[in-house]
């Protein structure tokens, strides 16, 4: 392969991972039943389904303990965390559930023989991940095509999700032809180089980010497409920036919308939609229950903690812009904004210890199953955000008011995937995730989302 290096883009790491984690398991399974007296798991053609559920659960429980981040997957400490959580969940669901799975066994030490065997099969094959496939032997190395201004953000915006993207160079596409070394890594190479350079250096990929568009010259236009019928790949940035960090990059976006957001079929699909509803009202109820039960509870930790009413309600705009009033359990003090409304902040000094807890356990947030039951919100979508902060946000920021063409959910992609924003910049990234959700909507990622809302649920992520 002329010393090419591989790489791996982000999805298809994680389907390797899901894969060699289920063959390494079913593996260390026959080993040990092939060689010691271990009769709780076998492989037949009529007990198939014991491998399915036991993949089901590998997945799932494997997912909701993070070992399908990628950035967790490369830290030796924070994977064993998840492998020990995973092997012990999935351990324990499979033993009892024995309708689906191998009925339990009278020796105790068949448990413990399965038990080991699936811990030191993940271990064996995650470390191995983190020595070899995690390290920077699999870097892509790519060429952008860009203004000056623009490559530090442009770079920062993709290498802090994908730190194997590696951007080693940029052609200036303002017209100065210059050869210097930015931040100490990139070099700037000149037009005329281009091709060269892509041949003598590895060079997977060239992005083109210029926002200008006549700065494609003649020449530079000659040089991409002789590279392209030679097998180089020549990609647009949003394109790149969107399937790298799942969001949609609204700030190199043009007025000409939709050509960037041609948004999920699922939006209008009404077999979905219908299901969906169905799923709503059933997760609602539930929801609602378990939401009288904790009330003692929580009404006995409020009257303590908080010493004030144990429900409040709150303007906020739903589908369509209109406007809703949200419930809510109350984690702040009396006259919180007596001053005038604000974004909540980090260790914001109006929460009160019972309302931190109530927060990061998410139990404030369980009121909003009526909501949900009256049809103003839904489980997945975006967060509803009050009317004066939509206004303040919708006048500096492009897009924002376009989350409102779906109802707002209890959870949502930027939920799970970004930390409590409490400034616009925040904003930002959120709406990114947001669009990207309105644009790729499915039942896949709508498990996606439910399974990535028990993670930060589990590990008390809440704000």
Known sequence: ?????????????????????????????????????????????????????????????GSVFEMYNLQVASSQFQIIRSIILTTC????????????TPFLPSNRLQIVIFFISIFSSLLLWRIFYVKFLASHRFVKKVILVCDKDQLEELVLGLVTVDPHYKIIAYVNSDGVLESDIINSSIIAIPLTDLEIYVRN???????????????????????????????????????????ITQRIPV???????????????????????????????????????????????????????????????????????AIFKIYKYRTMVQNA???????????????????????????????????????????????????????????????????HVMKPGLTGWAQVNYAYGDSIEDSLVKLQYDLYYIKHRSIFLDIDIVIKTFSTVLFYRGQ
Not at 18 to 28: H, I, M
Not at 33 to 48: G, L, Q
Not at 209 to 232: K, P, W
């Open 1 to 61: 392969m002329n010393n090419k290096k591989i790489h791996f883009e982000v999805s298809e790491r994680k389907i390797l991972l899901k894969v060699f984690d289920l063959l390494f398991v079913l593996f260390s399974l026959w080993l040990v039943s092939y060689f010691f007296d271990f009769k709780y798991f076998r492989f037949s053609t009529a007990n198939f389904y014991w491998t399915l559920v036991l993949a089901l659960y590998l997945n799932v429980f």
């Open 89 to 100: 969940t999935t351990v324990l669901i499979y033993i009892l559930t024995p309708i689906y």
């Open 201 to 243: 250096n590895n060079v997977s990929e060239i992005v083109i980010a210029s926002r200008n568009t006549e700065a494609i010259t003649v020449d530079l236009y000659n040089q991409l497409i002789h590279l392209l019928e030679n097998g180089f790949i020549i990609r647009e940035y949003t394109q790149v920036y969107e399937a």
């Open 251 to 321: 700030q190199y976006v043009s007025r000409d919308f939709y050509r960037y957001f041609p948004f999920s079929r699922s939006n209008q699909n009404q077999f979905y939609l219908s299901f969906v509803r169905i799923i709503e009202v059933l997760f609602s109820l539930i929801g609602l229950f378990i939401c009288l039960l904790f009330i003692p509870f929580i009404y006995l930790g409020n009257l303590i903690g908080n010493r004030g009413s144990l429900f409040y309600s709150q303007e906020r705009i739903g589908k369509n812009g």
């Open 337 to 403: 904004e007596s001053n005038g409304a604000v974004f909540t902040k980090v260790n914001d000094s109006r929460i009160t210890a019972f309302g931190k807890f109530l927060r990061k356990t998410r139990l404030d947030e369980f009121p909003q199953f009526l909501n949900i039951l009256k049809g103003e919100m839904g489980i997945i979508g975006p967060r509803p955000e009050r009317p004066v902060f939509v206004t303040e946000i919708a006048e500096v920021m492009p897009f924002y008011e376009t989350r």
